[in-house]
């Protein structure tokens, strides 16, 4: 961490400060200029609070040279890291396409589609049991008994499952679920992530509906810290003041995520567009950006669909979309 002191701070202000820094058991490098004093702070800074340093009267301002989110930084682990998703591997230049329901209605539904999705080319069947529904009058969701039916599905195709957990207290029910899925509204729920941390399993880490990259990254670390590195990230989309979509679709945050993390990053959508048309031209340019894969939603049926109908996709559009998929990652891999 770099300080840059006033020209106007005071012998006494500098000592304090100093006193201060060396209580962290941080060493100082200290560099005298005509116009100003730079200190570079050396050990681990990551328990200083940057903000209430830069709001000193002492001081000009404060630039972290550290990321605050160490575990999952580029720089702590090089490597890409790959996470075994009940036998399919997510990350470390691999593509994987998950599909699915946004929620799992019935034995039927959750069972053509499933099959439907794997003949197209979807290696993860998506489907979700525990509904995070703005309005509280419409489906929250089969919740254990779409776990249930979603377990079957598994079995029938043989497909590892993906499934949203809004409370840790369900734990339990997920434990034959591959991947746990954190949405977009609980990213910042600490408790849930500290709870996750502790699991094990391969996590899918939603992009917050207004949060930025580092703030995401903040809740990896959660996830990492705590004992998990089976983190996954996946942009949905951000708001913004656009509302012809859903969302805004954050493709930059595909290179600017690769740069600063080892963590796979995978695009979806559906929830970044909210419209079924919009999701191949968005599938195919998260491709090109270089995702690791993509999370699409498929009903075979969007017009009675009991959730997000709109950006459903049927399975024919998404063998379609995995076609063409296929033909920009030969054209980006060249
Ligand atoms: C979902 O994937 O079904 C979902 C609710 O997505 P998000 O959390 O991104 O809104
Ligand atoms: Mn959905």
Redesign the pocket.
């Known amino acids: 961490m770099i300080v840059i002191l006033k020209h106007q701070a005071t012998q006494e202000q500098i000592a304090d400060l100093k006193q201060y820094f060396m209580d962290q058991g941080l060493r100082m490098d200290e560099t005298r200029g005509d116009h100003a004093t730079v200190w570079c702070l050396l050990g681990d800074t990551s328990r200083i609070d940057a903000d209430l340093i830069a709001n000193l009267d002492a001081v000009d301002a404060v630039r972290r040279i550290q990321e605050p989110f160490m575990k999952a930084s580029r720089s702590y682990h090089p490597e890409d890291t790959v996470v075994d998703c009940g036998g399919v591997q997510v990350g470390g230049g691999l593509f994987q396409m998950i599909a699915g329901p946004?929620?799992v209605e019935t034995e039927e539904q959750i069972i053509t589609i499933a099959k439907a999705v794997k003949a197209a080319g979807a290696t993860l069947l998506?489907g979700?049991a525990f509904?995070?529904r703005t309005s509280p009058y419409t489906f929250q969701g089969l919740q254990a008994d779409g776990l249930r039916l979603l377990k079957l599905a598994k079995r029938e195709t043989g497909m590892p499952i993906v499934s949203?957990i809004m409370d840790a207290a369900h734990l339990d029910l997920f434990e034959d679920v591959d991947v746990i899925?954190v949405?977009?509204?609980?990213m910042q729920n600490f408790e849930l992530l500290k709870a996750l941390s502790h699991t094990g399993k391969p996590i899918l880490l939603?992009?917050g509906?207004a949060n930025t990259i580092q703030e995401w990254l903040m809740s990896a670390e959660y996830l990492i810290a705590g004992g998990n590195d089976q983190v996954i990230l996946?942009e949905?989309?951000i708001r913004t003041f656009e509302a012809v979509t859903r969302n805004t679709l954050d493709l930059t945050s595909i290179p600017v995520l690769k740069e600063k993390t080892h963590l796979p990053v995978l695009v979806?959508p559906?929830?970044a567009t909210g419209a079924a048309r919009l999701v191949k031209p968005m599938a195919m340019a998260a491709t090109a950006s270089g995702a690791d894969g993509l999370?699409i939603?498929v009903h075979n049926d969007p017009m009675n669909a009991l959730?997000?109908g709109a950006q459903s996709v049927t399975p024919e559009q998404f063998a379609d979309i995995v076609r063409r998929v296929n033909a920009i990652r030969d054209v980006v891999k060249g």
């Open positions: 946004c929620s998506r979700g509904k995070p949203e899925q949405g977009a509204r609980n939603k992009r509906l996946c949905r989309g979806d559906s929830h999370m939603e959730c997000d």
